[in-house]
């Protein structure tokens, strides 16, 4: 019989704590997803500490880098004004943790569209994160749109991509077609990046 | 809201009182001359008497830029706010609106307007007279057509209008050159050629109208009844090129894809002046026939081309 891995339990008391422990933790050879997700989800959602990389955009949602991860993941903040959505997409072959900071997210989950696809897309299942609530996704599990469906809030989320990427495909709901487009930073280290 | 609010904070400029169960704002606000930013969100503001009356005349009317009233129970745009001519920014998302009043477009310095999340079933061309509106949101409503004014709106930046009843656009949504966003998902948007758009002959009141425009033929106020010199100035230029025609009730609508590189087909509603016209904004893989046909093609195609950077991302 097998060993089980053995995993810890972080609990991180601060947004700094959670990332000196994310420097620990992907520091070593092998990660575990159930490890980062427990410990992304321990952390208790405090504004004053993120404030300083929350900045909205009137017209669609922002991404913030907070941390580059000595090149090993990027965890950066993103900021959705009420109504603001993202296409569907992919996540180039890495990690993707998301964690709720403030607001509520939907996810939609997608499955990959046939190689021929010229047809409608179809939605696996779809939920809607609160606060604190910590998502993983992965190209093998499938696709999804984040949203923030609410006409009154706004909406903070933290995430995580490991290794870090830059772009990624989009795709066209009604038929399939993949898009691939570059990703760039609203800010970065609570400044703001203008390109 | 205390009566005294005016007195004791004469200097107020942000006044945020969401979340507190008021079902009226009253006229304790209309003097604080500094007020900038009003934010009102989920309240129990929509009934008779939500708002103060004269806010247009008052000094608040003449200070107010931003104001927000999403998550109430508006069932129409207050007509109290139609005075403020200095907002910029308006939300009403989130309530329980049927419609857009034409006179919106008194709200001269608009430029966000945030109608998500309403009942909302037709947009009234008016709102294309807002010349500074940069940001708009009509998604989450049971909108089933846009009007082709809407692409008067030059200033415009995002436009947002998933989840509605859309079967299609007009054409000259492509006009819309600072067009950044714009959100189409969960519209039934049509994907085959419709069939069954029934084509209704030209009146003998139309076809001598189209002589008139067509062959120049002068004539003064004075030898037409008003509402005959009215009906001949709201002649529309059919939009293919080879044809120079005009119509006014009776066109031939038509749905053509604008294809973008296999990627992306938005159905494009199309008026043209009779069944043998074609419209110049054809899918890429049409070929053209003669140089005036292949220069529209080319305006279309530059056109085709910034949307479908809008619309991928």
């Known amino acids: 019989m097998e060993q089980p891995v053995q995993t810890e339990t972080w609990k991180a008391q601060s947004l700094e704590e959670l990332v000196r422990i994310l420097h620990r933790i992907f520091s070593e050879d092998k990660v575990s997803v159930e490890e980062v997700q427990a410990l992304m989800e321990s952390y208790e959602s405090n504004p004053e500490e993120w404030l300083q990389y929350a900045k909205f955009d009137q017209y669609r949602y922002t991404r913030n880098l907070v941390d580059n991860g000595n090149g090993k993941f990027n965890l950066m903040i993103l900021c959705w004004g009420e109504g603001h959505g993202s296409s569907i997409h992919d996540h180039t072959d890495s990690h993707c943790f998301m964690k709720i900071l403030q607001g509520n997210l939907k996810e939609t989950l997608f499955e990959w569209p046939e190689k021929k696809g010229n047809g409608e897309m179809t939605k696996k299942s779809e939920r809607v994160l609160r606060e604190n609530q910590c998502a993983y996704i992965n190209d093998s599990i499938g696709l999804h749109r984040v949203e923030n469906i609410s006409h009154t809030e706004t909406a903070v989320s933290l995430h995580l991509y490991s290794p870090p990427f830059d772009s990624c495909n989009t795709f066209d709901q009604r038929t399939g077609h993949k898009h691939k487009v570059k990703m760039t930073f609203y800010s970065q280290f609570g400044e703001r990046t203008h390109c | ?313």
């Open chain 2, 1 to 313: 809201l205390p009566s005294g609010l005016s007195q004791w904070f004469p200097a107020l400029e942000v006044l945020d009182v969401s979340g507190t169960g008021l079902a009226e704002l009253g006229a304790e606000l209309l003097a604080l001359p500094r007020l900038h930013t009003l934010l009102a969100k989920n309240n129990r503001l929509g009934g008779p008497g939500s708002l103060p009356k004269g806010l247009g005349q008052a000094p608040l009317g003449r200070s107010l830029r931003v104001l927000n009233f999403s998550g109430n129970r508006f069932s129409e745009l207050p007509p109290d706010l139609l005075g403020l001519r200095g907002l910029q920014s308006l939300s009403l998302g989130g309530n329980r609106l049927h419609g857009i009043p034409p006179d919106i477009q008194e709200l001269r310095s608009l430029e966000f307007l945030y109608l998500g999340g309403n009942f909302i079933t037709s947009i009234p061309p008016e709102l294309a007279n807002l010349p500074s509106l940069s940001y708009l949101v009509l998604c989450d409503n049971k909108i089933q057509s846009i009007p082709p004014q809407l692409a008067q709106l030059h200033s415009l930046r995002s436009l947002s209008l998933h989840n509605n009843l859309l079967t299609y656009l007009p054409r000259e949504i492509l006009n819309l050159v600072h067009l950044e966003e714009l959100s189409l998902r969960g519209n039934p948007l049509v994907v085959r050629f419709v069939r069954d758009l029934t084509y209704n002959p030209p009146s003998l009141q139309e076809l001598a109208g189209r002589t008139i425009k067509t062959r120049n033929v002068p004539y003064a106020r004075s030898d037409l009844p008003e509402n005959l010199v009215r009906y001949l100035s709201l002649a529309s230029n059919c939009p293919n090129p080879k044809c120079g025609g005009v119509y006014f009730d009776s066109c031939v609508r038509q749905i053509k894809f604008v294809d973008f590189c296999g990627k992306y087909r938005l159905p494009l509603m199309h008026y043209l002046c009779s069944p043998e016209c074609s419209s110049p904004c054809s899918s890429a893989s049409q070929s053209s026939t003669s140089q005036s046909e292949s220069d529209s093609e080319d305006e279309a195609s530059v056109a085709a081309r910034r949307m479908q950077k809008v619309l991928l991302g």
